[in-house]
């Protein structure tokens, strides 16, 4: 929680300085995302087949890089839906958080324009709290770990299509690798 409240605290002095900068972008993208890694299989069968996807940045652009490079915040996550075992309504919902840091370029100078990323941070891969209603309650699993979400997609004119894909990692003491592959659209505030 300490992690979170300090991630929190340097995004707000972060987007606080950029709001009176002429070169910064704020985006953010909805998409769906397919779990990959170990944690997400038994054997053959897929435990999880995919889910939501949140993304959101924060990005200073550098004028020495005629503001084709941004550097910034990233917060990305996916909650993935599926079952944990051969039980009919045994039904699994898996998270996987990325608070980090993030590079971002313009290839082209023009409304529409191909680019890539690259963000590091931590990364969370978490299962909720289930309770039965008597109050029995199973927690949840959390582990942390090293992230990596190379992206690249296309901007629009402000709209964006992209893809990405948080690298499958071990987390804490799991024995087994969880990552994601995201398609996402949504939009590109920009001020330069």
Same mark, same amino acid.
């Given at each position: 929680?300490?992690?979170k409240?300090? $991630?929190?605290?340097l995004?707000?002095? =972060?987007?606080a300085n950029?709001? !009176?900068?002429?070169? !910064?972008?704020?985006g953010?993208?909805?998409g769906?995302?397919?779990?990959?890694g170990?944690v !997400?299989?038994n054997g053959d069968?897929?435990?999880s @087949?995919g889910g939501?996807t !949140?993304?959101?940045d924060?990005?200073?652009? $550098?004028?020495k890089f005629d503001?084709?490079?941004g550097?910034?915040i990233?917060?990305?996550t996916s909650?993935? =839906?599926?079952?944990?075992?051969?039980a009919? $309504?045994d039904?699994?919902?898996?998270?996987?958080t990325?608070? @980090?840091? &993030?590079?971002h370029?313009?290839?082209?100078?023009?409304?529409v324009?191909? +680019?890539?990323?690259l963000?590091?941070?931590l990364?969370?891969f978490?299962?909720p709290?289930?309770?039965?209603g008597n109050g029995?309650?199973i927690?949840?699993?959390?582990?942390?770990?090293?992230?990596? &979400?190379?992206?690249?997609?296309?901007i629009?004119?402000? =709209?964006?299509?992209?893809?990405?894909?948080?690298?499958?990692?071990k987390y804490?003491d =799991?024995?087994?690798?969880a990552?994601?592959?995201?398609i996402?659209?949504?939009y590109?505030?920009?001020s +330069?």
């Open positions: 929680m300490r992690i409240n300090l $991630l929190s605290a995004a707000f002095l =972060f987007i950029i709001a !009176f900068s002429q070169s !910064f972008t704020i953010g993208l909805v769906w995302g397919v779990p990959q170990e !997400f299989t069968e897929k435990l @087949g939501l !949140f993304d959101f924060a990005l200073y652009h $550098l004028e503001n084709k490079l550097v910034g990233n917060y990305n909650v993935l =839906f599926g079952k944990n075992s051969d009919a $309504l039904i699994g919902i898996f998270g996987l990325l608070y @980090g840091v &993030k590079a370029y313009n290839f082209l100078d023009k409304k324009t191909p +680019y890539g990323s963000a590091l941070g990364s969370q978490s299962t709290d289930i309770s039965d029995n309650t927690e949840g699993e959390r582990a942390s770990g090293f992230g990596i &979400k190379p992206e690249v997609g296309f629009l004119g402000g =709209f964006v299509i992209s893809t990405s894909y948080l690298v499958p990692m804490g =799991f024995e087994q690798s990552g994601v592959w995201q996402a659209i949504g590109r505030y920009i +330069y």
